[in-house]
């Protein structure tokens, strides 16, 4: 016969595990990370089918290396800066709920229109003001100047997205279209925007940078 204080003993640690396993079943998954690929045209994904832009690329490419996040599409064709920094706060409102991440790709429209990049680091500044006011970590996807806008207009506009990632504080992916740009196999008949094959390079070397943001 076992003893009194043993069966107790027993059973109460019994009980105890039973109500441990009913919390852990109930308790609720942890939500989904959330990405916003805030950007222009190449963050819309123009010129291709709904499912092969950068955003469902990425999510897919995300989910294929274990990261459960949704990534939802913040791009406009045609957006320059200032067009961003704009719709900037209602964007955000949109999401329902603070994003983990922000992909910010904007300056590429600044560039080919030869805007000013004074006026250009002023806007994307202001951009990153308010994601930090708002505690939201951003990772800056950095743009090239075309090689007909001169070395002097280039050297300005390049600096300005190291140089906002130093003010900032935030991790910099130097340039977007890294392994693409100058590929005519890999970009549409624009010439401009990359076709789903050069999507999927830039996802492929953006992937590690976007992981690593997720983390800190």
Do not use: C
């Not at 250009?120 to 007909?148: C, F, H, T, W, Y």
């Amino acid at each position: 016969m076992v003893p009194r204080f043993l069966r107790y003993g027993v059973l109460g640690r019994l009980v105890q595990l039973g109500l441990l396993l009913t919390l852990t079943a109930a308790a609720p998954a942890p939500p989904k990370k959330l990405v916003w690929a805030f950007g222009d045209s190449l963050m819309a994904g123009l010129g291709l089918p709904p499912d092969q832009g950068y955003v469902p690329q990425l999510q897919r490419a995300l989910g294929q290396a274990g990261v459960d996040a949704e990534v939802r599409n913040g791009g406009v064709s045609g957006d320059t800066a200032a067009q961003g920094r704009a719709r900037l706060l209602w964007g955000l409102r949109g999401l329902g709920r603070k994003p983990d991440l922000v992909l910010l790709e904007l300056g590429a429209n600044d560039m080919l229109r030869g805007l000013p990049t004074d006026q250009v680091a002023s806007n994307l500044d202001r951009i990153l003001a308010e994601l930090k006011r708002r505690q939201i970590p951003v990772l800056i996807m950095g743009m090239r100047a075309a090689p007909n806008l001169g070395t002097a207009y280039r050297g300005a506009f390049e600096s300005i997205y190291p140089r906002l990632a130093r003010r900032h504080g935030v991790p910099l992916y130097p340039f977007f279209l890294e392994g693409v740009a100058g590929n005519r196999s890999l970009i549409q008949a624009d010439g401009l925007h990359p076709n789903a094959k050069g999507v999927a390079i830039v996802v492929r070397r953006t992937l590690p940078a976007v992981r690593l943001a997720l983390r800190r």
